[in-house]
């Protein structure tokens, strides 16, 4: 359910995937970068805009480059997610001021960044992120496209680089993005289900040793930023195997299981 708390190992895995998130838009915004320059520089000389823009979108991605390494809100990927699709509109929006309406709606390089925004998200192993996404996607685009008709009549525009509006192919461009988003909640559920089996154990519900270790690395560097003491407590089980030796192995698995509660009642 949406209102479900979330696995602690869920938490940890989100943050350092929001980093991992952050490393591939700037990869890909670096890569969509070079190859536009690179295919203006082989049409003739580019002009000040397309500088402007490929430097816009080269700060737009270090600055989200950074900011998951600065915060680890449980608020950020929700935060990230809604820049990263008013940023994609805003794009569009921007052709609308400048008086080319056809060319934001039938915009196709500017569209797809509404799919790898929503592909990305199965990074962070919640599908309520994505299904987030992938609705705040839709509902900007329509929104975007809701506006352009009520300013110009949209049988009427036509571009020679854009077309015209066609209405099937604009129902069909919004039940891809659609399918998309379901998908992504498909492949978060999934990924969700495999992260809590590799990072847990079966029987107790314990943090395996990797995650163990993922944890103390992020508390020491959290105690080293803020300054502040960290301690950890260490115990054992006294007798253990003898337990085990004289009630048997089945026991001994209780016995685990009811003191891995007892851990996480505190």
Excluded at 2 to 8: C, F, G, S, W
Excluded at 101 to 111: C, D, G, K, L, T
Excluded at 138 to 149: D, H, I, Q, R, S
Excluded at 214 to 232: C, K, N, Q
């Amino acid at each position: 359910m949406l209102t479900d708390d979330a696995d602690p190992a869920l938490v940890r895995a989100r943050q350092s995937s929001e980093r991992l998130v952050a490393t591939v838009r700037l990869g890909i915004i670096g890569l969509l970068v070079a190859s536009n320059l690179l295919l203006s520089v082989w049409r003739g000389p580019f002009g000040v805009q397309t500088l402007v823009m490929a430097a816009a979108a080269l700060i737009y991605g270090f600055g989200l480059f950074v900011l998951p390494r600065l915060i680890t809100a449980a608020w950020l990927p929700w935060l990230i997610s809604v820049v990263d699709i008013t940023f994609a509109t805003g794009c569009l929006s921007l052709l609308i001021g400048m008086g080319m309406p056809i060319a934001a709606v039938n915009n196709r390089v500017v569209f797809e960044t509404y799919f790898i925004a929503v592909t990305i998200s199965v990074l962070r192993f919640d599908w309520r992120l994505c299904a987030f996404t992938a609705a705040l996607s839709v509902c900007e685009f329509l929104g975007m496209t809701a506006y352009v008709a009520s300013r110009w009549d949209l049988g009427s525009l036509l571009s020679e680089s854009h077309g015209s509006f066609m209405p099937v192919q604009f129902v069909n461009r919004m039940l891809m993005l659609a399918a998309n988003g379901v998908a992504a909640v498909a492949v978060a559920r999934w990924a969700r289900h495999l992260r809590l089996m590799v990072d847990t154990d079966q029987l107790t519900g314990l943090l395996q040793r990797r995650p163990f270790l993922e944890r103390i690395d992020e508390e020491l560097a959290r105690a080293d930023v803020s300054r502040t003491t960290l301690s950890i407590a260490i115990f054992d089980v006294d007798d253990f195997k003898r337990y085990n030796d004289e009630f048997g192995h089945l026991e001994g698995d209780s016995a685990l299981a009811k003191l891995a509660e007892q851990l996480r009642l505190g």
